[in-house]
């Protein structure tokens, strides 16, 4: 019996949790599902692990991803309300995943054009950005405003649009570095 428990104690030791895999794949499946970053108390809220083990194991399947040289990546972001995190699409394959990507997630042609000139003018009248892409550009705001990508202000008769949080969340970018474009 004293054998066992010194194992055990070793085990433990050494790191390794019996509970361990299960608790890597809980995470895994919150962090697969969800469409954007979640911070840890999300995190510890979702899956009940204490945030000091969650770290450790995040850091695990994010090596386990890079040693098995998956395509899969867990994106971890600092701000200045704490650690984030994302299960992603290396950006290698961000062109494979947006030809077949159906949904919310897919735009048409005139869509990212117009998404395009909102991200490179931003701030922008809705004015001046019909003048640019046509009366089109309506339906595209609109559509943008829905999937929250998009924040609106109202300035004189028009509206002002820029880039919401959930743009940068959406595409995977840093808020506060330059657009790659």
Request: aromatic letters at 10%; a positive charge.
């Amino acid at each position: 019996m004293e054998k066992k428990e010194d194992n055990a104690d070793y085990r433990e030791e050494l790191g390794f949790n019996e509970k361990e895999p299960d608790m890597l794949k809980k995470i895994e499946a919150v962090l697969f599902l969800s469409a954007k970053f979640l911070s840890l108390e999300e995190l510890v809220r979702t899956t009940g692990i204490n945030p000091i083990l969650l770290k450790e194991l995040i850091v695990k399947l994010h090596e386990k991803y890079q040693k098995q040289n998956s395509s899969l990546v867990i994106v971890h972001r600092k701000t200045e309300f704490g650690d984030s995190f994302k299960m992603d699409v290396k950006k290698e394959f961000h062109t494979l995943i947006n030809k077949i990507a159906t949904g919310e997630t897919e735009f048409t042609k005139a869509e990212q054009e117009t998404l395009a000139i909102i991200a490179y003018k931003q701030p922008i009248k809705q004015s001046v950005l019909v003048k640019i892409r046509g009366n089109k550009a309506y339906d595209h705001i609109k559509h943008f405003i829905q999937m929250g990508l998009i924040k609106t202000k109202k300035s004189s008769r028009t509206i002002e649009v820029s880039l919401s949080d959930k743009f940068y969340d959406y595409f995977n970018i840093n808020k506060n570095e330059p657009l790659p474009f």
